[in-house]
């Protein structure tokens, strides 16, 4: 039910509050007209809101910005930037004056969105609406998660590990699907450490939002299962009244409600109190001109002949927040001080977990599969995750509705869920370790970004390889992030069978390796999809997307019958079988399941007497940062015949086949059919890749093969071998 907010307590402001508020207001349009750009007008509006959150809400301290027990902030808004940036001026997180001034401009540490790693206090890349708010319930499902490790058993309220986070929003970020699907999953998870202030001013950039914005929001987020309340500016007795101490009242209301995330709608008039572009569309994505940024220096009682103009006064009381801040932080200290001497076990956990290191002798957990018995790489996946599970208790997740298909889920470990939601299927409680994402990939790519971001923990979600799709934006952004979040995409080619072209991917495999920093691996077998998790969880600089089959494949004699052992997996290609003279004539190329159709090509090859070494492929991201050396060891330059051997588009390809090189690839939509039918059609076959290879030697050689009636190489099947 959507109730007004109460109007106790006081927040207690003094006039020098309230003229560090107005200075925000002035800040702001200095900013944007300096520049010549930008979104002044919800930086002007929700200064209140913002200068309230950071200066008598959050716990959290400008001198130490990584402090274990502070809240955290997400500027959902992000084109809103300044309403974050001047915060972080003021309360002393290390941006002056000059940065504001420099705003959106090259090298700055203030940039067009807040920027995580770029500027200090920011926890997090917001941007694209709604992926700050989606990715909100991430880091809220991670402090509960980090609790139940390191502190389970403490009454509500009484951890060092409590802790809240706070959610900026606009009505863009309500209107993207992303946030709907989070939302319902932050009530189904009673996130009750989760608030959202939503800053309703019903304008966006095409105008009044009526145009395209009229449901109850509030009813919606009511029934989500959010506890709701209103905050109304614009119905003040005397117009518009920003009322602090309301808001003040709801935020500490919905820190009351412990077993429901809270929204708070907070009615503002955007740009207020600019005289003449407030309420308008005008004010929302450009500078507000020369006259009215002097008309609002004139309202608040600025020197209107003066720009990036603070009182000393204003901002030496600002920068007290520290000082503020120290006796609350000196009693967290004191309460994690004895958790650390009571738990040593659980703080030894801590610090491993907060120094990102993995726990000596880890590796040892992974499995090892015996050659000759066909595996699927998903199922292998799974393997792995339930063999890891007691030894990285930091390593979670699950998946889009598809836990069965995908293999996401470790044996005998508990969902994360509210025991009372708990089924037949799945039981848990709310510190359990197995993600149910529902059918919400969008929102399930956001929540394990947030989930990484929050801290300590290494999120997994899974869904099939075309559903990627829908989960783009949250890939995007964790590439720009740089952060370790892995994505378990499963049913990964043609290979899934009868689901037909809707679920085939076909152009995934060069799309996604075609974000800066994804890494994308498609491992052959099923110990390289082990040594693929190895690397994966190894690595802390970026997203890992692990592309698995829905069909079995071969397990290779690893260490035996000339076959290379799994170690080269983690540089991205390594050199699976040798040429049999040591010096190939043709490399042939392989990622996936097909790399089984490049070792049984080699035989017919050589057989013929051409030597042909195999290169399995896993991830060609990990192999571009390979040396040289390495590079050139594993495919020679001065070996022009090569073929690549994948089943999606050969675009990915094209840099190392070089102007000999054939590629057997799918340059089109797949099929409804059993798998086997499907790579016969489409001529993804040994076959195929013999044909290809004869091509690249002739072309190599200068000269050209044999063609039958069709025009095609003798031999060469129906494969679609790309020139």
């Known amino acids: 039910m959507n109730v007004q907010a109460p109007q106790a307590p006081s927040v207690g402001w003094t006039d020098l509050d309230r003229r560090a508020v107005d200075t925000v207001r002035v800040l702001a349009a200095d900013a944007v007209e300096k520049v010549g750009n930008g979104h002044p007008g919800t930086a002007i509006s929700l200064a209140p809101a913002a200068y309230l959150l950071y200066q008598s809400v959050m716990r959290h301290d400008p001198a130490d910005p990584h402090w274990t027990g502070r809240d955290r902030f997400v500027l959902s808004c992000g084109h809103s930037s300044l309403t974050q940036y001047i915060q972080l001026y003021l309360g002393g ?41 989606a990715s909100a319930v991430g880091f809220a499902m991670a402090a509960r998660r980090e609790r139940g490790l390191l502190d389970p058993d403490a009454a509500p309220g009484t951890s060092p590990f409590d802790h809240f986070v706070y959610v900026l929003a606009s009505d863009g970020d309500l209107e993207e699907g992303v946030t709907s699907e989070a939302s319902s999953i932050a009530g189904t998870q009673q996130l009750g450490n989760l608030v959202v202030v939503w800053d309703d001013n019903r304008i966006s950039i095409e105008g009044d939002t009526q145009i395209a914005f009229n449901e109850d929001v509030t009813a919606r987020y009511a029934a989500y299962g959010w506890h709701v309340q209103t905050v109304d ?23 009351a409600v ?44 600025f020197d209107p002949e003066k720009s990036f103009d603070v009182d000393a006064e204003v901002i030496a009381h600002t920068r007290g927040l520290s000082q503020r801040t120290a006796a609350a932080k000196a009693e967290w200290q004191k309460g994690y001080d004895a958790w650390r001497a009571a738990n040593p076990e659980r703080a030894a956990l801590h610090d491993r977990l907060e120094a990102g290191a993995l726990p000596e002798g880890w590796a040892d957990a992974l499995p090892t599969f015996p050659a000759g018995k066909a595996v699927a790489t998903r199922q292998a996946s799974g393997d792995v995750l339930s ?17 069965g298909s995908n293999n996401t889920t470790m044996k005998g470990e508990p969902s994360f869920i ?66 370790p979040v892995t994505y378990v995409w499963t049913h990964d080619s043609i290979g899934l069978g009868e689901d037909g072209p809707t679920h085939q991917p ?51 004699p690893r260490g035996e019958d000339g076959f290379a052992t799994t170690e080269g997996v983690a540089r991205g290609a390594y050199v699976l079988l040798e040429a049999s003279s040591g010096t190939p004539d043709v490399v042939l190329l392989a990622t996936g399941s097909e790399v089984q159709l490049a070792v049984e090509a080699r035989t017919t090859l050589e057989a013929a007497g051409v ?33 690549s051997v994948e089943a999606g588009l050969a675009l990915s390809w094209y840099k190392l086949l070089g102007d000999a090189g054939r590629a057997v690839s799918l340059e089109h939509f797949g099929a409804s059919a059993d798998y086997e039918t499907l790579y016969r059609e489409f001529g993804i076959t040994a076959e195929a890749v013999v044909a290809a290879a004869h091509e690249s030697l002739a072309a190599a050689r200068g000269t050209s093969t ?5 025009g095609t190489p003798e031999d060469s099947g129906t494969g679609d071998q790309q020139a």
């Open 93 to 133: 997180w290390g941006l002056e004056l000059e940065d504001l001034e420099a705003l959106r401009t090259w090298g700055s540490k203030t940039p067009g969105h807040p920027e995580f790693k770029h500027t200090t206090g920011v926890e997090i890349t917001t941007g694209p609406l709604g992926q700050g708010l």
């Open 233 to 255: 500016w614009i119905k003040g007795e005397d117009g518009y009244t920003e009322d602090v101490d309301a808001l003040y009242a709801a935020i500490e209301a919905a820190k």
């Open 258 to 301: 412990t077993d429901q995330p809270s929204f708070i709608q907070l009615r503002t008039i955007i740009a207020w109190p600019s005289p003449k572009k407030q309420g308008t569309h005008g004010a929302h994505g450009s500078k507000l001109g020369g006259d009215e940024v002097r008309g609002l220096k004139e309202v608040l009682g």
């Open 387 to 403: 063999a890891l599970a007691p030894v990285l208790p930091e390593l979670w997740g699950g998946s889009a509705d598809l836990a």
């Open 418 to 483: 509210p025991a009372k939601y708990s089924t037949k299927e799945f039981s848990g409680d709310e510190y359990g370790r197995t993600l149910h994402f529902g059918i919400r990939e969008h929102a399930m790519g956001s929540i394990l970004s947030g989930i990484r971001l929050h801290g300590n923990t290494r999120p997994y979600g899974g869904t099939f390889f075309t559903f990627s799709d829908y989960m783009r934006g949250a890939v995007r952004l964790a590439a720009l992030m740089g952060i």
């Open 506 to 556: 076909v152009e995934h495999l060069a799309a996604c390796r075609a974000i800066p920093g994804l890494s994308i691996v498609r491992p052959a077998d099923a110990n390289e999809t082990a040594a693929a998790w190895k690397a994966t969880l190894e690595r802390t600089d970026g997203p890992v997307g692990l592309v698995l089959t829905r069909q079995n494949v071969p397990t290779f």
């Open 611 to 643: 030597a042909t070494r195999v290169v399995s492929v896993p991830c060609l991201e990990w192999f571009d940062e390979q040396d040289p050396a390495y590079r050139e060891s594993v495919l020679p330059s001065a070996v022009k015949a090569r073929v």
């Open 706 to 710: 044999p063609q039958n009636d069709s």
